[in-house]
């Protein structure tokens, strides 16, 4: 008797961890986007919105940090590919009514697999990023929400997530 295929695809009949082969997809132009963000104390926000964090720019710092993330995601995570992007973008935004500061990373490639992973991977070291500059002034920092609200391009249908607050 044959084990039934698992639908996680980077399982194979006998449940071993494999990499999938994207080798007979086509290449199509995939798009992912997520979200999250970090929550922290009044000061801290405010620290970082004037700029004069002791360790510098910390958005700034935040955002090179979460596009560095994005093009190593493979080597983080055991059976990512390794893509060859072809955008990273990070924004921020400023939530001062929840003394937070919320991350989009918008990821963009052309190739037979998609760029969730990359882009998860981009706010989480954005956000961790954000962290270990402000950590010094607020150690009771805590990140929420992150996910993917918006994938695009190859053969699955594409995804947007209902609109809610992170």
């Not at 760029?115 to 070291?125: G, S």
């Not at 962290?131 to 947007?160: N, Q």
Request: charged content about 20%.
């Amino acid at each position: 008797m044959s084990t039934p295929a698992s639908p996680l695809t980077h399982f194979d009949a006998q449940g071993q961890a494999h990499m999938v082969d994207v080798g007979a997809k086509a290449a199509t132009h995939r798009v992912a986007v997520a979200i999250g963000r970090i929550e922290m104390l009044p000061a801290t926000l405010a620290l970082i919105e004037s700029g004069t964090a002791k360790k510098g720019d910390v958005l700034g710092v935040a955002r090179v940090a979460g596009i560095m993330a994005a093009k190593r995601t493979s080597e983080l995570i055991p059976l990512c590919h390794p893509l060859a992007l072809t955008r990273v973008a990070v924004e921020f935004e400023v939530l001062p009514a929840r003394n937070s500061v919320q991350c989009t990373a918008t990821v963009e490639t052309v190739g037979p697999t998609g760029v969730e992973m990359e882009a998860l991977t981009t706010v989480q070291v954005a956000l961790l990023t954000i962290y270990d500059m402000c950590k010094a002034v607020d150690r009771g920092m805590s990140m929420h929400g992150v996910r993917v609200i918006e994938k695009r391009g190859g053969k699955s249908l594409d995804f947007r997530s209902p609109p809610h607050c992170v």
